[in-house]
């Protein structure tokens, strides 16, 4: 099987991050901060869409190189690799809205992948569109957590939901919700087994 899989949300937890260092960030600016769970800072801390770019311009960098894989992402990849599956590591990254002051985005995520040890066959950068590159790549299981990404592919192939507070509607066929790697593979397991009939 070919398995697409996220980097910001699946292999690294960013609601976190966002959460931990946008507070701070929005804090610092504006000395009160209004939290609501959400995919982008401008939703989550209900400002403007320049405040969105300006706070992720001061977070981009840290994030990208320091922020660590989520707990036995490397095994299981391993795992799903060593069983005959190829990795295609599927991000938005390097698009305009993950640019960063030294417009090195590509090098960063390369960097990253190697030092928290994920292997892959293939990297696809600046995939605005998940559901067209997953066609274009024949991808048979897609790991993401962006709700938008997750119900538009859906429609055509299976997707393993990872788990995060602003994607909880998706549900619903094809839609296979995991709430760490472990769970990603017994999701793997089962979408496996009911291909077979």
């Known amino acids: 099987m070919n398995i697409g899989i996220d980097i910001d949300g699946v292999l690294t937890d960013i609601t976190r991050y966002i959460l931990d260092y946008g507070s701070k960030y929005f ?15 401008e939703d989550m801390y209900n ?9 992720w311009l001061a ?3 840290d994030y990208a190189t320091k922020e660590k894989a989520r707990p036995f992402a490397k095994e299981i990849i391993k795992k799903l690799k060593s069983e005959g599956n190829k990795i295609y590591i599927i991000t938005a990254r390097c698009s305009e809205s993950y640019a960063n002051p030294n417009n090195d985005m590509e090098d960063i995520v390369k960097l990253w992948l190697k030092k928290n040890d994920i292997v892959y066959d293939k990297l696809i950068l600046k995939s605005a569109d998940k559901l067209k590159t997953c066609l274009e790549n024949n991808i048979d ?8 990404n997750i119900n538009a592919i859906a429609k055509s192939l299976p997707v393993i939901c990872f788990h995060a507070e602003h994607n909880i509607s998706c549900k619903g066929r094809n839609i296979y919700r ?10 793997y ?9």
């Open 178 to 187: 995991a709430y760490s790697w472990y769970d990603v593979y017994d999701k």
């Open 47 to 55: 400002v403007s869409k320049e405040d969105d770019k300006e706070c």
């Open 27 to 41: 804090y610092e600016k504006y000395k009160k901060i209004d939290i609501k769970v959400a995919w982008s800072l």
């Open 141 to 148: 299981i897609m790991i993401d957590d962006k709700k938008e």
């Open 59 to 61: 977070l981009v960098h």
């Open 189 to 197: 397991l089962l979408i496996k087994k009911s291909n077979k009939h």
